[in-house]
Each structure stands twice: as C-alpha cells, then as structure tokens.
C-alpha cells in the first residue's frame, strides 16, 4: 500500500494549478519561480491554468528539488495564490 506523502505527490503530479492572485509577497525563491512562469504563460497564451507536471518538465526538476518544488505548491495553495484542481 502507498504511503500518503507518495500518494499525495501522484495526485498533485496529476492536478492542475489556477492562478487566482497575482502576487509574490512573501514568497520564497521557488515560490516566486512558479508565480512567474504562471503568469507569463497567462500573458502569453491566455491560460492560467497550467498541469504541474507541464511545470516540472519546463523547470527540469528531478530528486529534492522536485520535493522542494511540490512543497511550494502547496504553500501557495495554502496562501491561497493559486488553486490546485484534479484532473
């Protein structure tokens, strides 16, 4: 059986985040990496809503920084900045 934390990450892995509030207060260094490939692409294409795991085949991130990028995922689901939706 799956432990929850690898349970978690397969089910955010297959999520899509929605940009809600273009802000970057209090963001840390990933966090900021995130909010602005959303809103470049929303600028860009239109779209603010991007599949995660669009993101992290765009930022090439594998191992720890890809823990570390998930965890700013979720900090910013929490701050309520963007909305992670299932597929």
């Known amino acids: 059986m799956l432990s929850s934390s690898k349970g978690k990450t397969r089910r955010m892995l297959r999520a899509i985040a929605v940009l809600v509030r273009n802000t970057t207060w209090k963001c840390g260094r990933v ?45 910013l689901e929490k ?3 963007i909305r992670v939706e299932p597929l």
């Open 31 to 75: 966090e900021r990496l995130v909010m602005d490939y959303l809103t470049r692409q929303f600028r860009t294409c239109g779209r603010a809503r991007i599949p995660i795991r669009e993101m992290l085949h765009h930022f090439n991130l594998t191992g720890k920084r890809k823990s570390e990028f998930l965890d700013a995922i979720e900090r």
């Open 79 to 81: 701050r309520r900045i």
